[in-house]
């Protein structure tokens, strides 16, 4: 495997896990007088939003279901096979 290829499925891990976490975390209630909490917030809706924000002006929710997060795991991952192809 080469440096890039494996620098890239680094960050595709890093990206699918904080979007992940971002989904988890929008199905619980949060406190938001918690500090350490919305330090977390922001890191993994900074991380995250570049990715998902175009998705959703794209493509609009489903009734209250917003799929961004779902479709940004499987483009990301489909851009890592192609890119495994070519490593």
Do not use: C, H, K, Q
């Not at 929710?61 to 490593?87: H, K, N, Q, T, Y």
């Amino acid at each position: 495997m080469s440096f890039v290829y494996s620098l890239v499925l680094l960050l595709a891990r890093i990206f699918n896990a904080a979007i992940l976490v971002r989904v988890l975390i929008s199905w619980m209630p949060v406190d938001r007088d918690n500090a350490v909490m919305n330090s977390i917030l922001r890191v993994i809706y900074a991380i995250t939003e570049p990715i998902l924000g175009p998705i959703r002006r794209v493509i609009p929710s489903l009734g209250g279901l917003d799929l961004s997060p779902l479709i940004a795991i499987v483009i990301i991952e489909a851009l890592v096979s192609i890119l495994a192809r070519f490593a």
